[in-house]
Every structure is written in C-alpha cells, then in structure tokens.
C-alpha cells in the first residue's frame, strides 16, 4: 500500500527522519527562545473533559506553552515548512496547489504537559472539505509516558463532526468531543522520534495523553491546505497563507488581497 493510500485509509501517516540532526537542533534552538520570549504558559484548554483525565490537584498543576505562527519569528522554521521532501508528500496527498495555513506550538511542560480530549481540528478552523492536512514536527522523541499523539483509525471518513463547546455553566471551552463516546485508550498511539514527522487529516479524531516525564514534550504543528478548500470560520479566517506548490485560481468575485488589513471573500 502507498504512503498516500495509508494515509486515506488510516487518516495518518508516519514519516521518518524527515527532518537532520542539525536541521532539528536549529530549530530546537529556536522554539526554546520562543519559548521564554514569545510563548504563552496556560493552563491550556478548557472545558468538562478536564475532570475525566486530571485529578482537582492535577489539573490545577496542569500547563500548556504554545503561541501561533513560528515562521512570523524564526527562520529555520520558515525553512521548515517549507522543506522539499515533506511538501512532496502534501502536494501527493491533497495538491497539485498547496498552501500554508498556520504553525502552532505545543510544548507539554514537565509532570503535569496538558493532555488532549478527542477532537478533530475542523472545528478550529472549518473548512469545505477534507483538502487539509496538520504536520507534527516531532523535536522529542515520544512515548505514552509524555503523551505521544494518539487517532482514532479511519474515523476521518466520518466528516465533521458537532463538538462540545461549552462548560456545564453555558461558558465557553475549547471544542471537543465526548469523554462518554470517544475514549483515548480506545485510540492507535504513534510514537515518534526527534525529526519525524506525523501527519493527519482535518477530520481524523485524536488526543494525547498528560506529560508525566521530567522533561518537555516539544512539537510543532503545521496546517497545510489546498486553498480551493474554502475556509468558512476559525483561527486565520481571511488571512491567505503562502503558495509553496502551484498557482492560487481566481474565483469569480474575488479581489486581490487587501494590503491594509484581512483578505476580502
């Protein structure tokens, strides 16, 4: 079976040693500054799912240091993204055009690095269809010990689906599917290594587990997109990313993009 037949099949694929040693110790170099320069320390997402996987003492313990964007600071990542090999495999998978949606960082602090509930990443930027892949550039290698990406197998067939968006108090919280339906020990764990890579479709169901190591779990999440995949809400609605294969088409009623302020649609 083909990489880009395991990947429609799976919803995921793995790829190895995408990244050298010294490519991912720039770039380790690099997410570290941000880190302590940039980054944001949360107790990262909210939301009912909280009290299924952390304990009250845990959870208040519990971190996440991320921030969006890693290419707007840092030209190895910039370099990153853009690295020929990987972008071989998107353009396969969901190409002939491909275009760079966003970065995120993901660091799991020591002991008590956020776990994930199961979700999809669909309702964090919707969009028309399944043209989108999230690349984990993995800087650590991973483990269940420090919560190694975890998917549900196949469920990316399924398209988006409704997630919880509120606390039981109707507040706001990060979406996410049900903790009663959708059980992380019911998912494939992928463990990686320092300078793999681990991608996966918009649709496909996954989470990970807390860090319980005493060292930081480092990944890197990028969003490629084909941009005739409409985006219709969501983190950098409006925004257009970099074409790195092919040309963007020009739809009727489009208008070049505004060089004060977000993209007309």
């Not at 196949?154 to 979406?175: F, M, R, Y």
Request: glycine content about 6%; charged content about 25%.
């Amino acid at each position: 079976m083909s990489y880009k037949e395991r990947f429609w099949n799976q919803g995921f694929l793995h790829l190895p040693a995408v990244y050298t040693k010294k490519e991912i110790d720039e770039m380790t170099l690099d997410v570290e500054w941000m880190m302590v320069h940039w980054a944001e320390n949360t107790p990262g997402w909210s939301g009912p799912w909280r009290k299924k996987y952390m304990d009250p003492e845990t959870d208040k313990k519990s971190r996440l240091i991320a921030m969006h964007d890693l290419q707007f600071y840092s030209s190895s990542w910039m370099q990153a993204i853009i690295k020929p090999n990987l972008i071989s495999v998107l353009e396969d998978l969901i190409g002939p055009e491909l275009e760079i949606h966003h970065s995120t960082m993901h660091i799991k602090p020591p002991s008590t690095g956020q776990p994930f509930p199961m979700h999809q990443d669909w309702p964090f930027y919707k969009h028309e269809d399944s043209r989108f892949v999230a690349v984990l550039v993995h800087l650590d290698d991973t483990s269940h010990k420090n919560g190694e990406i975890r998917f549900l197998e196949g469920s990316h067939k399924e398209g988006p689906l409704n997630h919880i968006v509120q606390n039981t108090d109707g507040t706001s919280c990060a979406p996410h599917l049900s903790t009663d339906k959708y059980h992380l020990e019911d998912a494939v764990a992928v463990p990686a290594k320092k300078g793999d890579v681990v991608m996966f479709n918009i649709h496909t169901i996954h989470g990970s587990y807390m860090n319980t190591t005493l060292k930081p779990r480092k990944l890197v999440r990028v969003g490629y997109r084909n941009p005739n995949n409409i985006q219709t809400e969501g983190q950098s609605f409006g925004r257009p990313g970099p074409m790195i294969r092919g040309n963007r088409k020009r739809k009727k009623g489009d208008e070049l993009f505004s060089i004060d302020g977000p993209a007309k649609n």
